[in-house]
T-cell receptor, first 115, second 114 residues
């Protein structure tokens, strides 16, 4: 049973460029959440996707956008990259409206470095 | 969303129990206590969660006080591989418009020493 997979594992970009990160959820999950983790900090919620729609958004500018595909996989896009966007980007999957309250499962993230 | 307070760091001897405290004095009745840990360069790993009863699984035990204002994660026999950052999170169960997002604090860095 495959867990959450993210690609690529590492990425180097320069300021002003655009980047796309990818996530495949754990089998049986239909919801994907994205988090940003700066060095030495806890992960910060960016947004969540379910049924191909953004359901909730954290305090991030609209340079950060996402997409969810019919197979539940998801992409995170960041435009006009800034040095401060350097971070570990984490994807977590879960089951929407899960009354049994099962936990979100995380991938190992994409390490994005901005030069 | 309720906030949590954890000590920034703790040490534990290998083979001994590690007891990690967490304060969540503003927790609401419908919020669960979750624990995750993050080993360097990996994604957060789920450990355990509970509402008001004590919980135990193959990884750890979770003790929640009767007033639910604090909890303790217990790793019964810590090993070197348990060295990680441990996050205590309170979370509303998903559903009824709640996404069940996780709000992470700074966590506790647990160093298990030989």
């Amino acid at each position: 049973d495959a867990g959450v997979t993210q690609s690529p594992t590492h990425l180097i970009k320069t300021r002003g460029q655009q980047v796309t990160l990818r996530c495949s959820p754990k089998s049986g999950h239909d919801t994907v959440s994205w988090y940003q983790q700066a060095l030495g900090q806890g992960p910060q919620f960016i947004f969540q996707y379910y049924e191909e729609e953004e359901r909730q958004r954290g305090n991030f500018p609209d340079r950060f956008s996402g997409h969810q595909f019919p197979n539940y996989s998801s992409e995170l896009n960041v435009n006009a990259l800034l040095l401060g966007d350097s971070a570990l980007y984490l994807c977590a999957s879960s089951l929407y409206g899960d009354s049994s309250n099962q936990p979100q499962h995380f991938g190992d993230g994409t390490r994005l470095s901005i030069l | 969303d309720a906030k949590t307070t954890q000590p920034p760091s703790m040490d534990c001897a290998e083979g001994r129990a590690a007891n990690l405290p967490c304060n969540h004095s503003t927790i609401s009745g419908n919020e669960y206590v979750y624990w995750y840990r993050q080993i360097h360069s990996q994604g957060p790993q789920y450990i355990i969660h509970g509402l008001k009863n004590n919980e135990t699984n193959e990884m750890a035990s979770l003790i929640i006080t009767e007033d639910r204002k604090s909890s303790t994660l217990i790793l019964p026999h810590a090993t070197l591989r348990d060295t990680a950052v441990y996050y205590c999170i309170v979370r509303v169960a998903p559903g009824s418009g709640n996404t069940g997002k996780l709000i992470f604090g700074q966590g506790t860095t647990l160093q298990v020493k030989p």
